[in-house]
């Protein structure tokens, strides 16, 4: 289900961004106005992201193989990281050039005036729309979290990547609109400029937000605290599994999850016994958390108990 609400809101999102992209590169070519360049080049950035999304996502779909054991479900991840770098460089720092410039020479709309308020407000309209799909699909997966939380924490990083895209195309089309009518109103050229400052600072603050997110998916985030814990009550709740000692997750991808564990079994238990409660304990953890792919559990000696028994301290207080 996420992965297909992730994949509906990129195509919805890729699909408003080339028509976006299209009418407003046509205005800037009639009007000549540098906001409606920098949102051109925003549009053509957003669907080239959306790109290279649906390609990670089909990418990370490829089964392991002996040089990649674990599989290929962290491309998602890579490709969301540069989708990351392509909205820095190309969408803000494009703008932001291209706002120095207008404010160093400005020029005021001489041609068709009415075109890019009319192009504008269309594009928010088609933005509005991408931006409620993703958050519609956001809402299916986000539960009770709040939208910051749900961006930090998500493990499928598309909706997060799309959310934050959908909103910064939407206010970034208000700068532009702003900066165009104040320059059509007062006939000075710098408030278009200004407007393309707003749009170049907005996009490189989201592509920040978005390498740190991704850089910390790429090297490895450990379970959310929910699975956690169901992860450990399926492990305590097999009955020749006396105790977990220790365990370790990681997501290898964002619908795959790695475990590690430590338990402790009695010293007098046969290794058919043990080898039968390890996997029942595979089996609850599955049953707990689907996304559980690959589980490695060790067995132990309940060292605290026999430490315990020695010195005649209850177990359960031996250290």
Request: proline residues 3%; charged residues 20%.
């Amino acid at each position: 289900m996420a992965v297909e609400g992730s994949t509906k809101a990129v195509v919805t999102a890729l699909c408003a961004n080339l028509g976006i992209a299209v009418t407003k590169f046509g205005a800037y070519l009639l009007t000549g106005s540098a906001a409606m360049l920098a949102e051109s080049i925003h549009s053509v950035a957003d669907s080239s992201n959306q790109g290279l999304l649906l390609l990670g996502g089909k990418r990370a779909r490829r089964a392991a193989t002996k040089e990649h054991p674990f599989g290929y479900g962290r491309e998602r991840y890579i490709y969301s990281f540069i989708v990351a770098i392509v909205l820095f460089s190309v969408g803000g720092l494009y703008a932001l050039y291209e706002a120095w410039h207008k404010i160093s020479h400005p020029e005021p709309i001489t041609r068709w005036q009415w075109v890019p308020i009319v192009v504008l407000v269309v594009a928010l309209v088609l933005e509005s729309f991408a931006m409620r799909t993703a958050i519609k699909e956001s809402n299916a997966v986000r539960g009770k979290a709040t939208w910051v939380q749900f961006i930090r924490r998500a493990k499928s990083p598309e909706l997060p990547v799309i959310l934050l895209e959908d909103a910064g195309a939407l206010f970034g089309l208000v700068f532009a609109l702003l900066g165009v009518s104040l320059t059509l109103v007062t006939g000075n050229g710098v408030y278009d400029g200004l407007g393309t400052a707003a749009i170049g600072l907005l996009l490189v603050a989201i592509a920040i937000v978005l390498a740190v997110e991704m850089k910390s998916l790429l090297i490895g985030e450990s379970a959310t605290d929910e699975h956690v814990r169901e992860i450990e009550r399926a492990i305590v709740s097999v009955e020749d599994i006396d105790r977990l000692i220790h365990m370790k997750t990681q997501h290898i991808g964002p619908e795959e999850l790695l475990v590690a564990a430590k338990v402790a079994v009695d010293a007098q238990d046969e290794a058919a016994r043990v080898a039968r409660a390890i996997n029942e304990a595979e089996a609850r953890i599955r049953e707990a958390v689907p996304i559980a792919r690959m589980i490695y559990i060790e067995p132990d000696l309940d060292r605290s108990a026999a430490t315990a028994r020695a010195s005649g301290t209850p177990a359960d207080t031996a250290g």
